[in-house]
């Protein structure tokens, strides 16, 4: 399969190329509109992209070719790239090859030897090279996105991972060492968002936030389709939001924030008081499910302040929609009812509904979203480390 340069690209033919990506397949006029441009411009930006092949005319849809001749809409070639996202948590990480559009071809996952950051590099670089095999026969792999829980410089630096004790780890450098890739790393949450941003809820609303639960709580949003992003972004300062003031305290103190009241710890823990065992966060949720009144009660006051959490999460950004992921997620169907609760009594009546989207909690979820982050700098030519030129 041909492969075809989306750098150097820049201006207004980057602006094409990216539009068509992301919500491709479009029809010339659609594609015009989008970006404010004249047929006659449009015309001269897509021919050197259609002869270079990184354009493609589609077939047009059955609806279109039932009026008559349609015009045939432009398209990229998924295909035609691969890339790895792999997903760093305290024990394991997490592997998927995706295709230009983030769609999984395939999945590996791969256990940490411990937390030192030559081990940690050691799986990861294995890992790669197990998905870079899956992607043999597509044409290798363009490039890499790791991501993980904490704070990230430049891309390339890891500045502040607690959970693996890092600081100051270059690891995307190492990365690319290790597997001769292009590499590119970031805060799992951040990445997530920008999957939904680029390839999910992004497509049908410029305006969204992204609600993870799970082993912490985070948050991400996008505000008239650009990602809001701070230097903070890896501390997961939504999880000291304050959701019940009667509720359980969380680990630093804080009485029924989001971390004590949503995080699979916090319910596990939770239950497993209540019934003088321990209970891990799917038997919890099992319970709940089958009528167990004690878990019943722990699992439907988390789901109230889930929809709590939603709630605030929509009346501070105006967000007409909130995405809600993370390996937590089936709080939100076991305690449907109660969600539903919580949501609406934080909203005012006369507000529209918000749009609440449930993604699957599968930790390669995580990792489609490090791959969408090299994606992005494959494409828009952002620096990553190993890239040559």
Known sequence: MTRTAWTPLEGSAQAVALEVLVNGPLSRTALASRLGLSQASLTRLTKPLLESGLLVEAEPSASEARLGRPTQPLDVIPEASHFAGVKLTEETAYGVVTTLRAGVVAERTMPLPGHDPAGVVAAVAELVA???????????????????????????VVTRAPFLGWRDVPLAELVASATGLPTVI?????????????????????????????AGVGFGLVVDRRLVTSPEAGLGLVGHHPLDPGGPRCLVGHRGCASAMLTVGGISGAVSAAVGRWVGYDEALDLAAAGDAVARAVVDDSGRALGIMVAAAANFTTAPAVVIGGEGVRLADVAAAAFAQGLASGRDPDASEVEVIVRPGDFHQWARGAAVVAIQAFVSGRPAAGRRG
Not at 195 to 211: D, I, K, M, P, V
């Open 130 to 156: 197990a998905l870079g095999a899956e992607a043999a026969d597509r044409g290798g792999l363009q490039g890499v996105g790791v991501s993980l829980g904490g704070n990230t410089r430049e891309a390339t």
């Open 186 to 214: 970031e805060n799992d949450v951040t990445a997530l968002t920008e999957a939904e941003h680029w390839f999910g809820a992004g497509r049908e609303h410029a305006t969204f936030g992204l609600l993870t639960i799970g």
